[in-house]
Each structure stands twice: as structure tokens, then as C-alpha cells.
């Protein structure tokens, strides 16, 4: 995966160098992933360990990471099955919008009005 990695032109040196970080993160977070015997619940099993290690973000892009993997050994003859199938991608919390901030400039006649009517008392 690290040979495809490095030699392919369609992917930015920033998006080759995420990669590289997700593929050591798999790694170091799940030592039988070497293994060609991987089982779809040995990879669930796995991916409810990451996600406690990680945030959001970054287990979806180290799960993309991972079905590629798996898809690419699966392209190869290596492997039957992907067994990332069982993994779901983490919903993102999107950020509530702001409410708009009411317009506060008042118009020159009635800002006259109330300087007018707070001087007076």
C-alpha cells in the first residue's frame, strides 16, 4: 500500500503524507492487521477500539484508509472478502448556525428621538 502510495500522481504530497500517518495509526493501534486472515470482527472489534482513541475526523479518514487497503487486497487475490463492510463511517456533528444579529442601527430620526427623550429625564 505504501509502494501505490508514493507513486501515484493524482494524490498532493499533503494528502500521500495523511495517508501515511493512518496507515501508521492502523498499525500501531491494531498489531494483526498484517495478517491476510483478518476477520470482519476482528476489524469491528478493532474500529470500537480506535474510535475511543480518536476523534471523529479521524477515524473516518483512517477507515477510508483501511477499506482501500482491504480493497486493493481484494483486487490482488489476496483476500475473498473486505472486512471493513461491517465498519461505519462516524456521523460528523455539523456546528449549529448562528442566529443573525439583529440590526441595531436605527435610523438617524429615531436615535434623534430617544437622545431627545433620555435628556429630557
Do not use: Y
Request: one cysteine or more; glycine letters at 2%; aromatic letters at 4%.
Amino acid at each position: 500500500m505504501l509502494k501505490r502510495l508514493k507513486t501515484n500522481l493524482r494524490l498532493k504530497p499533503r494528502t500521500k503524507a495523511k495517508r501515511r500517518e493512518r496507515i501508521r495509526a492502523i498499525r500501531k493501534s491494531w498489531e494483526d492487521i498484517d495478517d491476510l486472515n483478518v476477520r470482519p470482527t476482528q476489524c469491528q472489534q478493532s474500529a470500537k477500539r480506535f474510535q475511543k482513541e480518536v476523534d471523529t475526523e479521524i477515524f473516518n479518514e483512517t477507515l477510508a484508509v483501511m477499506i482501500s487497503i482491504f480493497t486493493m487486497a481484494e483486487g490482488l487475490g489476496l483476500r475473498m472478502k473486505n472486512s471493513t463492510t461491517g465498519v461505519e463511517p462516524l456521523p460528523i456533528e455539523k456546528p449549529k448556525p448562528e442566529p443573525p444579529k439583529p440590526n441595531l442601527k436605527l435610523p438617524k430620526r429615531v436615535r434623534l428621538r430617544l437622545k431627545k427623550a433620555t435628556s429630557e429625564h
